[in-house]
C-alpha cells in the first residue's frame, strides 16, 4: 500500500470514528441528557486535540453546537463554538470562504443580546486575520453584516460592511434602514456618511458602489445625476474629484458645500481625513478630540496611514457605533 493510500485508509477510519461518536452524542442529547453531553463533547476535544486531531476536533465541536443550538441549548452551543476557534487558533488553520461560512452560521444561531455572541465575533474576526489586530477578514465582515441586516440590527450591519468589500450590500441595506428608520429628509444623509467612511478607509471602488446602487434603488430619490438634495450632488462631484486628485477642486467643492456639511459636524472631519488620503493635504498638527468623538476619529481615520489597497486599509479601524 502507498503511503498516499495509507492516508486515506487512515483518515477514512477516523472519520467513521467521528460518526459513530457523534451518533452517541446526538442520542444523549435527543434524551435530555444536556448537560453529560456537554461534558463528553469537552473531554473529547482536549482528547483530539492532546492527538493533534484538529479536524476531527473541529467537527465535532461545530456538529455539536449545531446540535445544541436546534435544542435551544444556548450556553453549551456557545461554548462549542468558542471550541471551534479554539482549534482554528492553536491549528494554525489558514482562512477559507468554507470555514468563515460556518463561523457566520454560529453567529447567527447565537442569541442576539448574549454577551458569549459579542466575545464570539470578536475572536472570529481576529483569528481570520491571523491574530495580527487587524479588524477581520472582509469576507467575514460581508456575512456577519448580512445576517445583522436579516435581524434588522442596521448599525452593527453598516458597520461591519464598511470593512467588507461589499458596497452593493451596504447601499441595499441602508435603503431598508433609510425607508424604515429615517426621516424622508435624511435619505440623502444615509448614503454621504457610508461614503466619507469608505473613503476614509481608502475604499474608493466601495465608496463609489454604495453610492451608485443607493442613489438608483432608494424610491425616495429621483434619477439623477443631477440630483434635487445638494448633499448627494456634493457627494457625487466629490467622487469625481477623488478620482482627478487636484487639489483646487477638491477645496473649492468643500467651500461651496459648506450649508449641506452642515447638516452633520462629522462631515468636515471626514474631509479633512479625505484631504490628507486623496489630495496630499498635511495632516492637522496635534489632533486633540476628546470623548466619543475623539474615539470615532481616531478608530476609523487614525490607523494604517503606511497601508496602501483598499482592502488593506478597509480592516485598518477599531469598532466603533456608526449611529
Known amino acids: 500500500m502507498s503511503e498516499q493510500e495509507s492516508l ?3 483518515s477514512a477510519r477516523n472519520r467513521g470514528g467521528v460518526q459513530r461518536v457523534e451518533g452517541k452524542l446526538r442520542a444523549s442529547v435527543e434524551k435530555g441528557d444536556y448537560y453529560e453531553a456537554h461534558q463528553m463533547y469537552r473531554t473529547l476535544f482536549f482528547r483530539y486535540m492532546s492527538q493533534a486531531k484538529h479536524a476531527e476536533a473541529r467537527e465535532l465541536m461545530y456538529n455539536g453546537a449545531l446540535l445544541f443550538f436546534s435544542y435551544n441549548q444556548q450556553n453549551s452551543a456557545a461554548d ?13 488553520t489558514k482562512v477559507e470562504d468554507e470555514i468563515l461560512e460556518s463561523l457566520a452560521k454560529l453567529f447567527s444561531l447565537m442569541d442576539q443580546n448574549s454577551p458569549e455572541r459579542v466575545a464570539f465575533v470578536s475572536r472570529a474576526l481576529k483569528w481570520s486575520t491571523g491574530g495580527s489586530g487587524k ?3 472582509p469576507k467575514l465582515h460581508q456575512l456577519l ?4 441586516w436579516k435581524e434588522q ?4 450591519s453598516r458597520y461591519h460592511f464598511l470593512h467588507s468589500s461589499d458596497g452593493e450590500g451596504c447601499a441595499q441595506m441602508l435603503v431598508e434602514y433609510s425607508a424604515s428608520r429615517g426621516f424622508r429628509s435624511e435619505v440623502d444623509m444615509f448614503v454621504a456618511q457610508a461614503v466619507l467612511q469608505f473613503l476614509c478607509l481608502k475604499n474608493k471602488n466601495s465608496a463609489s458602489v454604495v453610492f451608485s446602487t443607493y442613489t438608483e434603488k432608494h424610491p425616495s430619490i429621483g434619477k439623477g445625476p443631477p440630483f434635487v438634495q445638494p448633499l448627494l450632488n456634493f457627494i457625487w462631484f466629490l467622487l469625481l474629484a477623488v478620482d482627478g486628485g487636484k487639489l483646487k477642486v477638491f477645496t473649492v467643492l468643500c467651500e461651496q458645500y459648506q450649508p449641506s456639511l452642515k447638516r452633520d459636524p462629522m462631515y468636515n472631519e471626514y474631509l479633512d481625513r479625505i484631504g490628507q488620503l486623496f489630495f496630499g493635504v498635511p495632516p492637522k498638527q496635534s489632533p486633540s478630540y476628546g470623548g466619543l468623538l475623539g474615539n470615532l476619529l481616531n478608530s476609523l481615520m487614525g490607523s494604517g496611514e503606511e497601508d496602501d489597497g483598499a482592502e488593506e486599509a478597509q480592516e485598518d479601524s477599531s469598532p466603533i457605533e456608526l449611529d
Not at 453584516?145 to 445583522?148: D, E, F, I
Open 145 to 148: 453584516a448580512v445576517t445583522l
Open 135 to 137: 479588524l477581520g477578514h
Open 80 to 92: 462549542l463554538s468558542m471550541l471551534v476557534l479554539e482549534v482554528l487558533e492553536k491549528s494554525e
Open 153 to 156: 440590527n442596521y448599525s452593527e
Open 8 to 10: 486515506r485508509c487512515s
